[in-house]
């Protein structure tokens, strides 16, 4: 990384150390989203773990405090929300939840997975989130789900922000309408559409007269 370009080794390392912390954090049995949403102070944890962080990843570390100053600020960003809540979080594109059963045959990535797609606007989309984020770490929906943020997107094709439910398999249609059906008993009842990987692969996305949804309940 000696030659990266400074601003966009800055772009890249906050979500970078965003799976580190949380990957530290599930490694004690807790997820960062707990601390925060409970206020809890865990200032100390955080600094170990940055120092861990900046033993293993140097130059990304480097350009963390280049762009925010101190890992005070960073650690204040991140009680504020900054991860954890949608609307808050400005530095990624995207939070990202893996069921805890999900095993390397099963990520979200597979050419063979799929995912429900859901539509919700600004006010009602941190607890929407919270709502699929704790169901799919209690293993009740699929093998993960993401949400989009705050962050402007230039390749948002909606304003409203959009959460992912992705299943392992879009072929087990059994599988699929489960998670379909925890979705609706979790309150997401109007109509949403199912998309594969692969549609998503080849940059097929929804046109006038073109169908890319697989499935639509």
Do not use: H
Request: glycine letters at 6%; hydrophobic letters at 35%.
């Amino acid at each position: 990384m000696d030659d990266a370009d400074p601003v966009a080794l800055e772009d890249v390392a906050y979500g970078i150390f965003e799976i580190f912390l949380n990957m530290k954090m599930r490694a004690t049995g807790t997820y960062l989203f707990e601390l925060v949403e409970q206020g809890t102070d865990f200032r100390e944890r955080f600094e170990t773990i940055f120092r861990e962080f900046e033993t293993d990843y140097a130059q990304l570390a480097e350009a963390l405090l280049r762009r925010f100053g101190s890992t005070e600020t960073i650690y204040a960003m991140i009680r504020d929300g900054e991860g954890v809540y949608p609307s808050k979080t400005t530095q990624m594109y995207w939070i990202v939840q893996d069921a805890p059963a999900a095993t390397a045959e099963e990520t979200a990535d597979s050419e063979i997975g799929g995912k429900w797609l859901i539509f919700v606007a600004r006010d009602t989309v941190d607890e929407a989130w919270r709502q699929i984020r704790n169901a799919t770490c209690t293993g009740e929906l699929g093998v993960s789900a993401k949400v989009s943020t705050a962050k402007p997107n230039p390749d948002s094709r909606d304003e409203r922000y959009v959460i992912y439910t992705y299943t392992k398999d879009w072929r087990e249609e059994e599988d699929v309408m489960r998670v379909r059906e925890r979705l609706r008993d979790l309150g997401f009842s109007e109509r949403i559409g199912y998309k594969r990987n692969i549609e998503t692969y080849r940059g097929e996305y929804s046109e006038k007269g073109k169908r890319v949804t697989y499935y639509s309940a």
